[in-house]
C-alpha cells in the first residue's frame, strides 16, 4: 500500500468508494517498472521532472492534475469525472517492456487484459468505459485512434479527448515541477 498513498491526493478526487477501490487494487497490482521507470525510456517527450527513477509516477500525478483542470472548462463531463480519473491513474501502468525496459507501443491495450481480475469492482459497464479510455489515450499516436472508429463512439468522445490532452500536456517538455504543486 505504500506505493499506492503515492497517490492519495489523486485518489481521493475519485467520488464514488467502487471506482476509488477499483483504482488502489490495480496500482497495488501494478508491475514494479511502473513505480521505478521514467515516464520516458528514450528521455524525450517528457519534461525533465518526469525523467529518471519514479519519473512514470511523477508523470500520471501531473496528468491528473491537469485533467482535474479540464474538467473545470468542461463541466457537461463532471459525470464521467470519476472513470476519467481512474483511466487516468491506469493509463501507463503497463507501459514499460520488463524484458527490454523500453516503452511497449502497445501499452494502452494491456491495462485491459492485466486488470480484468477487478472488472466486478465496478458497476455493470463501469470496467470497459475505464479501459476505452485508457485504450484512447495516446489518441492519434496509439493503437486505437477513437477519432477513426467506425462508427465513431461520440458519447466517450469527450471524456476521450480529455483523458487524451490530459496525458498529452503533461507529457510536453515545456511543463515544469510547479504542475505537482498541490498534488
Known amino acids: 500500500m505504500v506505493r499506492v498513498e503515492l497517490f492519495a491526493e489523486e485518489l481521493a478526487a475519485i467520488a464514488d468508494p467502487s471506482y476509488r477501490?477499483?483504482?488502489?487494487?490495480?496500482?497495488?497490482?501494478?508491475?514494479?517498472?511502473?513505480?521505478?521507470?521514467?515516464?520516458?525510456?528514450?528521455?524525450?517527450?517528457?519534461?525533465?521532472?518526469?525523467?529518471?527513477?519514479?519519473?512514470?509516477?511523477?508523470?500520471?500525478?501531473?496528468?491528473?492534475?491537469?485533467?482535474?483542470?479540464?474538467?473545470?472548462?468542461?463541466?457537461?463531463?463532471?459525470?464521467?469525472?470519476?472513470?476519467?480519473?481512474?483511466?487516468?491513474?491506469?493509463?501507463?501502468t503497463c507501459k514499460v517492456d520488463p524484458e527490454t525496459g523500453r516503452t511497449d507501443p502497445d501499452h494502452p491495450l494491456l491495462p485491459g487484459k492485466r486488470y480484468e481480475r477487478f472488472a466486478g469492482m465496478l458497476p455493470p459497464g463501469g470496467y470497459e468505459e475505464v479501459m476505452a479510455l485508457v485504450e484512447a489515450h495516446m489518441g492519434v499516436w496509439g493503437p486505437v485512434d477513437v477519432w477513426k472508429m467506425s462508427p465513431p463512439l461520440p458519447e466517450r468522445m469527450g471524456a476521450a479527448l480529455l483523458v487524451h490532452l490530459a496525458d498529452y500536456v503533461a507529457s510536453r517538455e515545456w511543463v515544469s515541477e510547479n504542475v505537482l504543486e498541490g498534488c
Open 21 to 92: 477501490a477499483f483504482a488502489v487494487a490495480c496500482l497495488e497490482f501494478a508491475p514494479q517498472e511502473f513505480w521505478t521507470a521514467p515516464a520516458s525510456s528514450s528521455g524525450k517527450h517528457h519534461p525533465e521532472f518526469a525523467r529518471g527513477e519514479g519519473g512514470l509516477v511523477r508523470h500520471t500525478k501531473a496528468a491528473v492534475r491537469v485533467a482535474l483542470d479540464l474538467l473545470r472548462a468542461f463541466p457537461e463531463l463532471e459525470p464521467e469525472r470519476d472513470v476519467i480519473i481512474t483511466a487516468i491513474l491506469l493509463h501507463d
